[in-house]
T-cell receptor, first 114, second 113 residues
Framework: AQSVTQLGSHVSVSEGALVLLRCNYS??????LFWYVQYPNQGLQLLLKYTTGATLVKGINGFEAEFKKSETSFHLTKPSAHMSDAAEYFC????????????FGKGTKLSVKP | ETGVTQTPRHLVMGMTNKKSLKCEQH?????MYWYKQSAKKPLELMFVYSLEERVENNSVPSRFSPECPNSSHLFLHLHTLQPEDSALYLC????????????FGPGTRLTVL
């Protein structure tokens, strides 16, 4: 069965510092991988996704993630945090042919200190 | 209206009430989804519709009843709910099933008294 683990329910960084949000998945075959962001009182918005091809994926707002099959990881990074990045971030996986069934992690809340 | 809209945004209901949540997508998508978001739990997929046919039902109690009359509208009918059903209910749509990007609405915050 697929599962997603996000290490750290809450991460705090200073403005301008590196953002690193961790995601590991469990799947018998390489899945599709997603990162979503949720701002307060809003729905989820796609940051980036990996389906096939290049393992380093660039997304919106300066975020990127790298698919590492050997580590079953898909960590999200941003070189320099902005105050506007404060939100909750969700990693999700989807097995090929699974009829749209996205499995989400529990989320990581990112705080950015001035 | 653009994107995915949900009404109402907030709903308080008693355990004996019957209510419905509405979702509408203005994106020309063919797949629609209902999710439940509870505090400290992962987002849970409840139902998936593709071309108005239900393709996924993740063991959801029968007190939740979905309806998809056309590709733009999705309803979630609620009856005899329990307090533990209080949560944020999110609707999403995508052009086709995954891995197509799912676009989410803002959600309905449901409180069951």
């Amino acid at each position: 069965a697929q599962s997603v683990t996000q290490l750290g329910s809450h991460v705090s960084v200073s403005e301008g510092a590196l953002v690193l949000l961790r995601c590991n998945y469990s799947s018998s075959v390489p899945p599709y991988l997603f990162w979503y962001v949720q701002y307060p009182n809003q729905g989820l918005q796609l940051l980036l996704k990996y389906t096939t091809g290049a393992t380093l994926v660039k997304g919106i707002n300066g975020f990127e993630a790298e698919f590492k099959k050997s580590e079953t990881s898909f960590h999200l990074t941003k070189p320099s945090a902005h105050m506007s990045d404060a939100a909750e971030y969700f990693c999700a996986v989807c097995l090929k042919g699974s009829q749209g069934n996205l499995i989400f992690g529990k989320g990581t809340k990112l705080s950015v200190k001035p | 209206e653009t994107g995915v809209t949900q009404t109402p945004r907030h709903l308080v209901m008693g355990m004996t009430n019957k209510k419905s949540l509405k979702c509408e997508q203005h994106l020309g998508h063919n797949a629609m989804y209902w999710y439940k978001q509870s505090a400290k739990k992962p987002l849970e997929l409840m139902f998936v519709y593709s071309l108005e046919e239900r393709v996924e039902n993740n063991s959801v109690p029968s007190r939740f009843s979905p309806e998809c009359p056309n590709s733009s509208h999705l309803f979630l009918h609620l009856h005899t709910l329990q307090p533990e059903d209080s949560a944020l209910y999110l609707c999403a749509s995508s052009l086709r099933l995954a891995p197509d990007t799912q676009y989410f609405g803002p959600g309905t915050r449901l409180t069951v008294l």
